[in-house]
């Protein structure tokens, strides 16, 4: 679990009944949001709130934060995370668009390696 604001509504839906469950709040480094000349890069882990008050964000992509802003409340902004909203794959989920409109792409990793796709190629809109 992330921010456990999706899973926490399937698992009470009794949809999902995992057997363990492992917590990535401990891992760190995935919550970064940085930005060069010519690429932006948010972490898995950055929260919705981090995107919507993010100042590197509001200079170089502000569609994101905006879309941030308009995800549910305050608890919501401040568990719900990036990396688990993409890859749920909501289709009323607020990043899929606009990483689609925007060219972006997602970086996937696993114990395989790491591979880049673009959103094009991940989200039907
Ligand atoms: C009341 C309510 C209203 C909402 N409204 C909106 C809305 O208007 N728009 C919107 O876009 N979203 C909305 N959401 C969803 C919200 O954005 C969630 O926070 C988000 O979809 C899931 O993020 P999470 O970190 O909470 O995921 P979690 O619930 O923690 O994710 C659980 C699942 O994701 C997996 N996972 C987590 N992180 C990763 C990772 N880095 N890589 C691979 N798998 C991972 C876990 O293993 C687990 O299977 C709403 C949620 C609630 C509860």
Same mark, same amino acid.
């Given at each position: 679990?992330?921010? !456990?604001?999706?899973?926490?509504?399937?698992?009470?839906? %009794? @949809?999902? !009944?995992?057997?363990?469950? /492992?917590? @990535?709040?401990? /891992?760190?480094?995935?919550?970064? /949001?940085?930005?060069?000349?010519?690429?932006?890069? *948010?972490?898995?882990? $950055?929260?919705?709130?981090? /995107?919507?008050?993010?100042?590197?964000?509001?200079?170089?992509?502000? *569609?994101?934060?905006?879309?941030?802003?308009?995800?549910?409340?305050?608890?919501?902004? !401040? %568990?719900?995370? @990036?990396? %688990?909203?993409?890859?749920?794959?909501?289709? $009323?989920? !607020?990043?899929p668009c606009v990483?689609v409109a925007?060219?972006?792409?997602?970086? @996937?990793?696993? *114990?395989?390696?790491? %591979?880049?796709?673009?959103?094009?190629?991940?989200?039907?809109v």
């Amino acid at each position: 679990m992330a921010g !456990n604001q999706s899973l926490s509504i399937v698992m009470s839906n %009794r @949809l999902a !009944n995992p057997e363990h469950s /492992i917590d @990535l709040n401990g /891992i760190t480094e995935p919550d970064y /949001i940085e930005a060069d000349d010519e690429h932006v890069e *948010v972490g898995a882990m $950055a929260r919705h709130r981090d /995107i919507e008050t993010s100042s590197v964000l509001a200079e170089e992509l502000p *569609v994101l934060p905006a879309s941030a802003e308009q995800i549910s409340g305050p608890v919501v902004h !401040n %568990r719900g995370t @990036l990396g %688990r909203s993409v890859g749920e794959a909501n289709p $009323a989920g !607020n990043y899929p668009c606009v990483l689609v409109a925007m060219d972006g792409a997602l970086e @996937l990793s696993s *114990v395989d390696g790491t %591979r880049t796709v673009d959103a094009a190629d991940c989200f039907v809109v």
